[in-house]
C-alpha cells in the first residue's frame, strides 16, 4: 500500500477538513439509527401498551412530532456541510496533485517527450487523477461513516438481545473473504483498462492534429480500422473489467441478502415462541437493513477505491519518471552571457543502443559571431544547436559556453538567455498579444508592439479583427507560416537574448514572407552571437563563418568567399541550388 502512504501526502494539509467532515458524517447517519428504536417504541409501547386509544393517539402525535423536528432542522444543514467539505477537500487534494504534476512534466527531458504520446500524459493527468478523487471521498471518510454506522448499529442491536445480534452478523467473515478474493484480481484488469484507454487517448489525439492530412490522403477508411483496433482493445478490456466487477457483486451481493431471511426465520421462531416482542422483532429487521446497506456500500466502494488505487500507481509511475537532466548543487546562475560557445571533441547518441549523430565534432563560436551550419538533412545540424540551451546532454566531450561547461550552469537561467526561432513555429491558442509577451511575461503593451515592428509583424497584426487582441486558434491554425514565424521572431525580440538559435527558420516560406523573416533575423542577429541551421545557402552568405556538416562530422569551415574558392561540399551544394 506504498502509494496510498505517498498520496496521504497530498491529503495531509486537509486532515483537520476531513475530520470534521467525518464527525459531522456521523451526526448525519447516526439520525437514522434512532427509526428502528423508535418503531420498537410505537408498536410495543404505544400500540401493544396499556391506556385507552386517545392517550395511545396522543403519545404517538407527540412523539412524531419530536421526530419530525429532529429530521427537519437537523438533518438539512448537516447533509449541506457533509457534501460541501467532502466535495471541496477533494477537489482541494486534485488541485494540488495537478499542480505538482504540470511541473514535473515541464521537467522532464525532451527525449520523454519523443518517445510519449501526448494522448497518455492528458489521460494519467486528467482521468487518473480524477479517478483518484473517490478515494479522499469515499476511502478517507464515506468508508469510515459506513463502519461507524455499522458499529452503532450493532452497539444498539446488542442492547436489545444479545443471541438474535450474534446470528445477524454470522456472515461477515464470509463477506471478508470474498472481497479479498475478488479484489486483488480487480485492481490489476483496472491497471490494464486505464491503459487502454490512455492508449486509444493518444492515438485521438495524434489524429485530431493530423486531420489535414488524413483528408489530404483520402485516407478515411484506413483511419476508421486504426480506431477501431484501439476502440476495440479497450472495449475488450473494459469488459473483462466489467465482467469480474459483475462476478464480485453476484456473489457478494448474495451474501448480504441472505442476513435479513436469516433474522426474520429465526426472530419469528422466537416471537412465536414468546421469548421476543414483536417491536423488537420489527427493530432487528429495521437495523438489519440499516447493518447491510452500509455493507453494500462498503463493496461498492471497493470497487471504487481499487480502480483509484490503480489510478494512483499510474499516478505514481509517471511521477516517478526521472529527471534526466538535473542541476548540479553549486550550478552557476547565469545573470548574462558574452555568448561564447565552443564544442569540443562532442559526441552525442538520443539512446545508448542508437548510432552516434555527433562525432567528435569540435566548432568554436566567439562573442557576436553568427555561425550558419549547412549540410545534407540529416547530418545532425539541428542536433547541434539543440544541446547549446541543453535540451539534451552531451555522449562525449565538452560543450562550453562563456568558458563554463553547460552542465555546470543552472539550465533555466541557461535557457533565459538564449533566443530560438524554430522551423516548426509553435503558437498557443490564446492572443497575438500573449503570444508575444511570453519572451517577457512583464512586458508592457509598448514593448510588445516595438519587438512586433521589429519582426516585421505589426503591420499584419493591425489589420486583424482584434489586432493584438486576436486570438490564433490551436497552434496557431488561424495565421499564415509566415505571419506565425514573424509572430515567433517578435518573441525573441521581446526577450532580447545574447545568443540566438534560428533553426530553419525559413525554409518552409514563400518568398514574399521569406523577404520580411530574412530581414527581421538580421536586425536581430546583430551584435549577438547566433547560430543559424539554413536549408537554402543564399540566406547565409553573410555569416562570418559557415559550417558544412556530414554525417556528424564538421567537414568545412570558413566564409562564403572562402568556401566557393575550395571548390568543396559547400561550393558543390550551392551550385546545385543556384542550377535549381
Known amino acids: 500500500m506504498g502509494v496510498i502512504k505517498r498520496y496521504m ?84 487534494v486534485l488541485y494540488d496533485i495537478r499542480d505538482r504534476l504540470f511541473s514535473h512534466i ?3 527531458s525532451l527525449r520523454y517527450y519523443a518517445n510519449t504520446r501526448a494522448g497518455e500524459i492528458i489521460s494519467r493527468v486528467i482521468n487518473d487523477v480524477e479517478q483518484t478523487k473517490e478515494f479522499v471521498i469515499i476511502g478517507l471518510m464515506n468508508v469510515w461513516l459506513d463502519v461507524m454506522t455499522i458499529f452503532i448499529a450493532v452497539t444498539i442491536m446488542l442492547t436489545m438481545d444479545v443471541k438474535l445480534t450474534l446470528i445477524s452478523i454470522v456472515l461477515f467473515p464470509l463477506y471478508g473473504l470474498s472481497v479479498k478474493y475478488f479484489y486483488g484480481r480487480l485492481r490489476t484488469l483496472t491497471r ?22 488524413i483528408r489530404s490522403f483520402a485516407i478515411e477508411d484506413h483511419e476508421q480500422k486504426q480506431f477501431d483496433h484501439e476502440n476495440g482493445n479497450f472495449l475488450g478490456k473494459a469488459i473483462r473489467h466489467t465482467a469480474w466487477n459483475a462476478k464480485t457483486f453476484a456473489v457478494v451481493n448474495t451474501i448480504t441478502d441472505l442476513a435479513p431471511l436469516i433474522i426474520i426465520t429465526v426472530s419469528g421462531y422466537y416471537v412465536i415462541h414468546g421469548s421476543l416482542t414483536v417491536g423488537t422483532m420489527v427493530a432487528f429487521f429495521g437495523y438489519i437493513e440499516r447493518l447491510y446497506n452500509p455493507l453494500r456500500r ?22 516517478d519518471e526521472p529527471y534526466e ?8 546562475k547565469v545573470d548574462r552571457l558574452k555568448g561564447v560557445v565552443e564544442f569540443k571533441d562532442v559526441s ?14 569540435s566548432l568554436k563560436a566567439e562573442q557576436g559571431e553568427t555561425i550558419a551550419l549547412v549540410g545534407m538533412s540529416g547530418g545532425g545540424k539541428s542536433t547541434l544547436v539543440s544541446l547549446i540551451p541543453r535540451f539534451y546532454d552531451v555522449t562525449s566531450g565538452n560543450l562550453y559556453i562563456d568558458g563554463i561547461d553547460v552542465r555546470d550552469y543552472q539550465a533555466r537561467s541557461l535557457r533565459n538567455q538564449i533566443g530560438m526561432v524554430l522551423q516548426d513555429t509553435f503558437l498557443f491558442s490564446e492572443s497575438i498579444r500573449e503570444n508575444i509577451s511570453i519572451g517577457k511575461p512583464e512586458a508592457s503593451m509598448e514593448e510588445i508592439i516595438e519587438a512586433a515592428k521589429a519582426a516585421n509583424a505589426h503591420d499584419f497584426i493591425m489589420e486583424l479583427p482584434d489586432g493584438y487582441d486576436t486570438k490564433v486558434g490551436e497552434r496557431g491554425v488561424k495565421l ?8 515567433s521572431i517578435a518573441r525573441v525580440f521581446l526577450k532580447n537574448p545574447p545568443l540566438l538559435i534560428l533553426d530553419e527558420a525559413t525554409s518552409a516560406l514563400d518568398l514574399e514572407s521569406e523577404h520580411f523573416i530574412q530581414e527581421a533575423m538580421e536586425k536581430l542577429a546583430k551584435d549577438r552571437t547566433t547560430f543559424i541551421v539554413a536549408h537554402r545557402l543564399s540566406t547565409i552568405t553573410h555569416a562570418d563563418k559557415i559550417v558544412v556538416i556530414e554525417n556528424g562530422r564538421v567537414v568545412e569551415t570558413g566564409t562564403h568567399g572562402e568556401l566557393m574558392s575550395r571548390d568543396g561540399h559547400y561550393k558543390h551544394l550551392f551550385t546545385i541550388q543556384t542550377l535549381s
Open 9 to 92: 501526502e497530498f491529503v495531509k494539509p486537509y486532515k483537520w477538513k476531513i475530520i470534521l467532515t467525518v464527525l459531522i458524517g456521523i451526526i448525519k447517519f447516526s439520525i437514522p439509527l434512532v427509526i428502528p428504536l423508535l418503531l420498537k417504541y410505537v408498536v410495543d409501547d404505544i400500540i401493544q401498551g396499556n391506556g385507552t386509544a386517545e392517550e395511545k393517539t396522543s403519545t404517538l402525535f407527540i412523539v412524531m412530532a419530536v421526530m419530525f423536528a429532529i429530521f427537519l432542522v437537523l438533518r438539512p444543514p448537516v447533509e449541506y456541510y457533509r457534501q460541501y467539505f467532502a466535495q471541496w477537500t477533494a477537489s482541494k
Open 192 to 213: 490494464e483498462r486505464s491503459q487502454a484507454l490512455a492508449e486509444v487517448q493518444g492515438h485521438l489525439h495524434e489524429r485530431v492534429q493530423g486531420m489535414p492530412v
Open 298 to 319: 462498503l463493496i461498492n466502494s471497493s470497487t471504487t477505491l481499487t480502480q483509484s488505487i490503480a489510478s494512483m500507481d499510474r499516478l505514481f509511475e509517471f511521477i
Open 480 to 487: 499564415s507560416g509566415g505571419q506565425k514565424q514573424r509572430v
Open 106 to 108: 515541464q521537467k522532464l
Open 325 to 332: 537532466l538535473k542541476d548540479k548543487p553549486n550550478a552557476v
Open 348 to 361: 552525442f547518441q538520443y539512446e545508448k543502443s542508437d548510432e552516434l549523430i555527433l562525432q567528435n565534432l
